[in-house]
């Protein structure tokens, strides 16, 4: 059975976190596993407290996986502060983690900081390099380049500009814009483009979907498939048993992932 590794943060009201990680494994028929960054006292409300976990337990809860029963794939996403990022980095180096994936979770979406500010210059030159896919929205897009992106084309030179950090594959991803009521996501390699574009939600249950996305792709590219194969593409959804096909709403900001991710890739256009 294909093995991945979330590195990430707990989220107590399941929703995202660690827990969103590990649910999405599951659907995929991975064996997951965790290395928590920090503990989040949180619900579908907001986010009422942050306990950061030492470097040093970061790295051994790492160890410990990778030295005995190791990892197909990994994915961070939660990492909080400088310190956290750079034990993770050398960990990754250490231990020849393969396809990674990290998404550079900054914000929560009740909009709780979930990464210092002056962690980000060390995401972008510890971790980022050492990526096979990242995934950040647009608004993570644009603290790690200092600028806004309003539209196509600002985030085809975006994932371009991305890609120079070192990582083999961006997924920028476009819910935040609204262009032509459409949701856009960019992956880009460096050279070429795959748009996906799918109908725009008007939803506020976004919750947990970016961890979703990424533990999606995490799975995939732990089953052997190519980064383009492991963007989860809106057919593949209803095959999956359990966490999409009957996922029910919870609490006072429901979740609806099956409606989110069902609609994160549809038709998919390959440019130049």
Not at 155 to 166: P, V
Not at 196 to 222: K, Y
Request: proline share 5%; net charge neutral; charged share 20%.
């Amino acid at each position: 059975m294909e093995k991945a590794l979330t590195i990430a943060g707990s989220d107590s009201g399941g929703g995202a976190g660690i827990q969103a990680d590990l649910k999405t494994f599951m659907a995929f028929g991975v064996y997951g596993m965790s290395a928590i960054t920090a503990l989040t006292a949180q619900n579908t409300v907001g986010v009422q407290g942050i306990v950061d976990i030492s470097p040093d337990f970061v790295r051994e809860q790492i160890r410990s996986v990778m030295t005995d029963i190791g990892a197909d794939a990994a994915k961070t996403g939660m990492l909080s502060n400088a310190a956290i990022v750079k034990a993770v980095a050398e960990a990754v180096r250490e231990f020849r983690i393969p396809n990674l994936v990290v998404d550079p979770v900054m914000i929560a979406k009740s909009g709780a900081p979930l990464l210092a500010a002056e962690a980000r210059k060390a995401l972008v030159e510890e971790l980022l390099p050492l990526a096979t896919v990242i995934t950040p929205n647009v608004f993570e897009a644009e603290a790690i380049l200092g600028r806004r992106i309003d539209g196509l084309d600002a985030m085809k030179k975006a994932a371009r500009e991305l890609g120079n950090t070192g990582c083999r594959w961006v997924v920028l991803k476009g819910g935040r814009l609204d262009i032509e009521s459409q949701a856009i996501d960019v992956l880009c390699d460096g050279r070429e483009f795959i748009i996906f574009r799918s109908p725009r939600l008007n939803t506020m249950c976004t919750h947990g979907s970016g961890c979703t996305f990424a533990s999606a792709i995490t799975a995939g590219l732990a089953k052997g498939l190519t980064p383009p194969e492991a963007v989860p593409p809106e057919e593949r959804f209803p095959l999956i048993p359990g966490l999409f096909v009957r996922f029910h709403p919870v609490g006072h900001r429901s979740l609806s992932l099956a409606r989110t991710l069902l609609n994160i890739s549809q038709g998919v256009q390959f440019t130049g």
